[in-house]
């Protein structure tokens, strides 16, 4: 996510339109239409085409909700041969007024956009929800913590432009409040930065302070299958409206409740767009996300003796003297420096000149390795 993305983000406005956006139907206030998205739009509007915002997408068509209600809308127009630029859920769409079909022309230039790498060998990108606020992050606290994986959809979380949220669900499992604390601490340490906050669909704890920071703006709900995210969908929306399965007691591990992604209308404000459990959560091109998850260790990185200091056994490395001295764990700098590697594959696939820069690299160190080796053997050559 650019920087000029991020800084034309603005406040959603929940009060009455203003002149300049007198044209956009009151109906669209709710879903997090503002002055900004209404200039957008007017070049769409004197075309005689409709507002509204995609809530799910599904083979070729999608639903979006407009000044009439909801219109279901063919996409043929907005699906590319690219994968990040197809129209997704949370987009703001240019929908024709009339017709059989009816088809959507356009979306609007987005201003926040969550991606990830798909799980196929064609390194592609796939953009789960765009136009969002807060990036929230279901962990689960009937399990054991992966806080590698919680590092990726940090990582992912802060690509995107939007705030990350880590809220630990079935906080009822976790009876002893010592133990509870220390899983909160060790999460903290693994998101700096971000709030941290312990919910409890059967009890209630924690679903009110959610409840008001989804009151602003758009949010999307993320986490592995088994997380609680339809369970704590439910309870922000009063009502069972997502399905729910139980979970494994096994492995804690549960099924596919939701399918699709879907943008859902809070009854307190705000929508919340709802996204299937990832089984995968591979990297795409996040590297500032990487080093704001880690932000810690740039802090040190920036106190190096050298500036390309790769932290493994550099002399004057201040990142490995924090690991000697206990200011870092060395399971951060270890999960720092794999995120680092895999995003840093995925982008030379798709750049050749930093393909070429690896493959140099790459080289120039493979001649050393066997020239330190040849020297060690008395000066056998290879």
Not at 161 to 172: F, H
Request: net charge negative; with cysteine; proline share 4%.
């Amino acid at each position: 996510m650019s920087s000029d993305a991020r800084s034309s983000r603005s406040s959603l406005s929940s009060s009455a339109p203003s002149a300049s956006s007198a044209a956009v139907p009151d109906a669209l206030a709710g879903l997090g239409w503002d002055d900004a998205w209404a200039a957008e739009f007017a070049p769409y509007a004197e075309q005689g085409l409709v507002a509204g915002r995609v809530v799910r997408v599904d083979r070729g068509q999608c639903d979006v909700l407009t000044e009439e209600g909801l219109v279901r809308a063919d996409t043929a127009f907005v699906t590319p041969h690219d994968p990040l630029r197809v129209i997704c859920t949370g987009d703001w769409a240019a929908v024709e007024a009339a017709g059989t079909p009816r088809y959507v022309k356009a979306y609007l230039p987005r201003r926040t956009a969550f991606v990830r790498s798909t799980s196929s060998q064609r390194s592609e990108g796939q953009i789960l929800a765009s136009n969002v606020d807060h990036a929230i992050i279901a962990v689960s606290l009937a399990v054991e913590l992966d806080l590698g994986r919680l590092e990726r959809f940090l990582a992912l979380a802060w690509e995107s432009g939007a705030q990350p949220l880590v809220v630990l669900t079935k906080a009822d499992l976790v009876p002893d409040p010592v133990t509870l604390a220390h899983l909160v601490q060790d999460v903290e340490t693994t998101a700096p930065g971000v709030q941290v906050l312990t919910v409890s669909s059967h009890t209630g704890e924690g679903t009110d302070v959610l409840g008001a920071i989804v009151a602003d703006g758009t949010s999307v709900l993320l986490g592995v299958s088994g997380a609680g995210k339809s369970t704590l969908a439910n309870a922000l929306l009063g009502a069972d409206a997502m399905e729910v399965q139980a979970t494994r007691d096994v492995d804690g591990k549960g099924r596919h409740t939701t399918t699709t992604r879907n943008l859902l209308v809070l009854p307190g404000g705000g929508v919340l767009i709802d996204t299937p459990g990832l089984r995968g959560v591979g990297l795409w091109d996040a590297e500032a996300g990487v080093g704001q998850v880690f932000s810690e260790i740039e802090e040190f990185a920036a106190r190096c003796r050298f500036h390309d200091c790769a932290h493994v056994a550099e002399p004057g490395c201040a990142v490995l003297a924090a690991v000697a001295d206990g200011l870092l764990p060395e399971r951060r700098l270890e999960s720092y420096r794999k995120l680092m590697r895999e995003n840093q594959r995925i982008v030379a696939k798709t750049d050749a000149r930093l393909r070429a820069d690896l493959r140099r690299d790459w080289k120039q160190k493979s001649a050393e390795g066997r020239a330190n080796y040849a020297a060690k053997r008395g000066g056998a050559r290879f």
